[in-house]
């Protein structure tokens, strides 16, 4: 799916009270990508395993070179996966 811009608002809420909340909308913007829902037993802890805990794609790296962010992260912005990480994230983003 292409990102609509309200989602790119949605996606950069942690970013909100940031300097970089403009950045990360718009680096979001028109982009494609994918969503997926994914459920299980500690299925918070699994991603963020599987994606790595840091936003920074070398500190994702250092701790964990098989993550995905270590693997194909540029940046801290352009990180390349978004997840929920709490389960009342996931909650918001169901709602909305």
Partial sequence: M???LNVSFDLSENYKA????LEA???LDGLTGA??????EEAL????HLVGEDEDPKEAMLKYH??????YGID??????FFSETHECVIQ????
């Fill in 2 to 4: 292409k990102f609509p």
């Fill in 18 to 21: 940031e300097e970089k909340f």
């Fill in 25 to 27: 909308v718009r680096s």
């Fill in 35 to 40: 969503a997926f829902l994914v459920m299980g």
């Fill in 45 to 48: 802890a699994k991603m963020k």
């Fill in 66 to 71: 098989k993550s995905l962010r270590g693997l």
């Fill in 76 to 81: 801290t912005m352009r990180n390349g996966f």
């Fill in 93 to 96: 983003v169901q709602i909305n």
